[in-house]
């Protein structure tokens, strides 16, 4: 079993063979940490070969498993693990007596699923903000990732919670923080934006379990704010992409709702507003006509500014 090995530098004041005064404060630094005592001396404690398991919980969790645990500050995600591959389900917890906290990363509504998107994948979901708009941390954790990454994400941040599981936040316009960072849920680790390939400003919102991706609506319930539920039950069928359609969710909810949600959700679809393309339109031609930008016409449908129109189309303009 692997542990956490600590190397102690004490402060040179401390005489050979004096006790240590009475602890007054810690101070976390990445995976390292300073304790400050009473009597203004601290001892530094260095986290050697910190292999990402972030508790014993995580480490029971995957006991047993071929699961391979890895920390890496340079790589977003690995294929090390096949999570189809699994043979027996895997309980968590979202949240514990320990590290108790959540937090929506941003209040605004999904503009695009998690679920096929063209002729590729799209991992995670986006959520609609505008360029400077802080972007809070989902759950306790320490940062593993927190740099412009040039693969597509733009300025990404990725958070290795004590659950097991890793948040990214990609797209974002400033980072507020460094890796091997401790951070608690609530707390924002950036400003959303419009970098990397993303065409219109928003989050793009990622839960993964060794670097293999969950649909965060299966988690999270983003129209009340909530987790749905503190235990998590990761199977191989979370992982079958092929069966998975985030957008179908919403009809399934929709069995649940009063009839004055429901009337509620039909009164703001009415004041969305669409666009039937015809000939000699163009995406400028239309952010004019309806006072917006092409930029956000992009993002309400999940496009490129290059994207060529199709007459008889429908893009949503509002």
């Known amino acids: ?39 203004k001396t601290w001892e530094y404690m ?8 972030m508790c014993d919980e995580m480490r029971n969790s995957i006991e047993g498993t071929n699961l391979v645990v890895d920390w890496q500050n340079d790589v977003t995600f690995n294929y090390d693990n096949d999570m189809r591959a699994l043979t027996d389900s895997i309980w968590i917890c979202s949240i514990d007596s320990l590290h108790s906290g959540f937090a929506i990363p941003c209040p605004a509504p999904i503009t695009s699923e998690f679920k096929m998107r063209g002729k590729k994948f799209h991992y995670g979901i986006d959520l609609d903000l505008k360029t400077g708009d802080t972007v809070l941390c989902a759950f306790d954790g320490i940062v593993r990732y927190s740099k412009y990454n040039g693969a597509g994400f733009g300025y990404l941040t990725v958070v290795r919670h004590y659950n097991g599981l890793e948040t990214y936040y990609a797209h974002l316009s400033k980072l507020f923080t460094k890796p091997n960072q401790r951070i608690n849920a609530g707390e924002a680790i ?17 839960i993964r379990y060794f670097h293999n991706p969950i649909d965060p609506e299966h988690i999270i319930d983003f129209e009340k704010g909530e987790l749905r539920d503190e235990n ?26 009063t009839p004055e949600q429901i009337a509620e959700e039909i009164k703001q679809s009415k ?48």
């Open 232 to 257: 998590l039950i990761i199977h191989k069928k979370l992982f079958d992409y092929r069966k998975i359609d985030g957008s179908k969710r919403k009809f399934a909810q929709a069995k649940n709702k």
């Open 190 to 206: 950036g400003l959303g934006g419009n970098t990397g390939r993303s065409y219109g400003d928003h989050l793009h919102f990622e």
């Open 271 to 318: 004041e969305r507003k669409y666009h039937t393309v015809k000939r000699g339109d163009s995406l400028y031609a239309m952010a004019l006509k309806y006072d917006t930008s092409v930029n956000k016409i992009c993002s309400l449908n999940g496009i490129s500014d290059t994207k060529i129109l199709n007459i008889g189309e429908k893009l949503r303009i509002r």
């Open 46 to 53: 260095h986290a050697l070969n910190f292999n990402g398991v």
């Open 1 to 39: 079993m692997s542990r956490l090995i600590f190397a102690f530098v004490v402060f040179p004041f401390l005489c050979v063979g004096q006790s240590l005064p009475k602890s007054a404060d810690t101070v976390f630094l990445g995976a390292d940490t300073i304790v400050l005592f009473e009597d």
